[in-house]
């Protein structure tokens, strides 16, 4: 145990100056452009679903947040809404960087999850489209989402901050991944997801609906450390909409439809994770 509490606490540490430096331009970036994201998404029309797992992709602070927002107060489409879902990656990009992992790897998975983001988003614009269920009465509402966000205080302050949280909770996934390697075995392990490959993903998604960061930490993790495939972790990474799915049952009237919504999310994700594992697409 000493061992593995050692190696988890050396494996963390290494993880802090990139985790930083990433967290700084990735606040940058986010002051520049967080503003023209939330009115070129506005602006998108039936494009929404394009749009939307683009800039979905680019791990902005809060930025399911705003698009939850902006669909409660019905400025854009639910097919735009669920692509933002679906290719919003939280962690998973600062974890990979930090980690030294495949660049190529990175871009690939991205764009896995913008494609099926993408395809999702229009397919059920389009369905919304033919059952005129899209054509409720549109309803402006203050919203306010300062309080799910952290930006407010400059980017170096916000990217320590959030350097440290992520540093916390890494550490703490880590040693208990460890753990559980040391006591259960890799090769069980391993063994046990190759032998049920629809099981994976469907576990993979509901970890995914843990609704903070620590979704995609785990599964990013789980993942560099071998002990689940790509597709388990695309899986979850598809459901996990970071606090996006807390504000939608905050600020979106009616408690059904956001139910729908939470099961169409998590379906999308995990039949999209089966798909990636029976045909074995390599990443």
Do not use: W
């Amino acid at each position: 145990m000493l061992d593995v509490i050692i190696d988890a606490l050396i494996d963390s540490v290494k993880l802090l100056p990139f985790l930083f430096i990433t967290y700084l331009i990735m606040e940058y970036i986010e002051h520049k452009t967080s503003e023209k994201a939330r009115d070129t998404i506005k602006k998108s029309g039936k494009f929404g679903p394009l749009i939307g797992s683009v800039l979905g992709a680019f791990p902005q602070c809060g930025f399911s947040v705003a698009a939850t927002n902006l669909y409660a107060a019905r400025v854009i489409t639910l097919g735009t809404l669920i692509s933002v879902y679906l290719s919003t990656s939280d962690e998973m990009i600062p974890i990979f960087i930090s980690e030294g992992a495949s660049i190529a790897t990175l871009f690939k998975i991205l764009g896995i999850k913008v494609l099926i983001g993408m395809i999702a988003g229009f397919i059920i614009d389009f369905v919304l489209r033919i059952r005129k269920k899209d054509n409720e009465e549109e309803r402006i509402i203050d919203l306010c989402e300062k309080e799910h966000c952290h930006c407010d205080h400059g980017i170096f302050k916000s990217a320590l901050k959030h350097t440290v949280n992520i540093f916390l909770f890494v550490l703490i996934i880590t040693f208990i991944i460890n753990t559980i390697i040391h006591f259960v075995g890799e090769d069980t392990i391993e063994g046990f997801v190759q032998s049920n490959p629809v099981l994976g993903p469907v576990l993979g998604g509901i970890i995914g609906l843990i609704p903070n960061c620590a979704s995609s930490v785990i599964l990013t993790q789980l993942y560099l450390e071998n002990v689940i495939p790509a597709a388990t972790m695309i899986s979850g990474l598809l459901v996990g909409a970071g606090v996006g799915l807390i504000v939608l049952f905050k600020m979106n009237k009616g408690i059904k439809q956001n139910l729908k919504i939470t099961g169409l999310l998590y379906a999308i994700g995990v039949v999209s994770g089966i798909i990636i594992q029976l045909t074995g697409l390599q990443f």
